[in-house]
Every structure is written in C-alpha cells, then in structure tokens.
C-alpha cells in the first residue's frame, strides 16, 4: 500500500530540483537506501538549512572515534522517542536495527527507554540522552559520573550532548513540518534483504 499523504505540512523538493551540491549529497544516501528519505525533502525547501544540518549531522554521526554507530544510533532513538517524533524513531529505529542486527531494539528504547533491558553502557547513554532530552537544566555530576562508572570517556559523553541536542531540533521540526517516515523505513532490521 503506498502512502500518498503529504510528505510535510510545507511541501518537498523532490531530488532533481534540489541545487546541484544537494543533489549530490542526498543522492548518494539514496543511492545507498534506495530511495529519498523524506527529510531531505521536506529541508531541502530552505537549502542552506539543510546544507548545515548535514554537516552537523555527518559530522556527529559519521564519526570513526568514541561511541559507535549503533550507539550513536540507541542515543537518537531514545531521544527522538522522549520528544514523540514518530519520523526519527522510524528512520533511526530502521538504521539503530540494522547496526545492531537487533529487529526489536528499536521498538522497545522508543518505547519504554526506562525499562528496556540494555548493558550498562548501553544504561548510561540512554539515561544521559534522556536527562539532557527531557531535564536538562536539571543535570548534575553526579549524572556524569554514572555514565564515566559505565565505561563512558568525556568525549563520549559529549557525543551524547550533542546528538541528543541535535535531535532535539530535528524532532521539533519534524513536529513542526508533519514528517511523514518513508514506508521503506518501517521494514529495514526487520525482515532479510531480499
């Protein structure tokens, strides 16, 4: 069944009307995907936004050093979950899964962050990515040194700040623009590839 409501509240670009350098960029994670998430889309309506976003982005989930990739993943979807932005629990939920090779990790950081089973590393950067999503006025040391208890370095938790920070905004303006989640994106970690 194909979803033919509005991608955003504010209209989408559709790739080959996106400026060049957009183009290129969004077009090599299509390639990747198989199709255009719907984000890209919908931001691409103000291009230098989108240009900053991406780079903010690549430059604090693409990173070789600290967390992992699936960490940084867990981080995104316990704060897209805390914040209630079904598109990033859906597109970050498909992506958490695949790094983690876990169909149900997803699902349950979304959906009971507290109470999900996770190793205590895993404990700590969701409790952190939950503090400075929901309480973050109220964080103290004594929060940090839980996550440095749990194995956690200062540029570690700093990566947790700020992606949780980011997301933050992302989920405010997937809020903001009625984001719809792409339906390839509900299956990925789910099923084998065909």
Known sequence: MTDTRPVSRFGAVELQDMPDDLRERVGAVAEKSGFVPNVFKALARRPRELRAFLDYHDALMDSDDGLSKAERELVVVATSG????????VA?????????????IADRVATNPYGVELSPRERAIVDLALIVATESASLTEAELDDARAAGLTDDEIWDVGSITALFAMSNRLAHLTALRPN????LMGRTPRS
Request: aromatic residues 12%; hydrophobic residues 30%; contains cysteine.
């Open 82 to 89: 805390a914040n209630n932005c079904t598109y990033c629990v």
């Open 92 to 104: 970050h939920g498909a992506i958490l899964r695949l790094r983690t090779k876990d169909p149900e």
């Open 183 to 186: 339906e390839e994106f509900f």
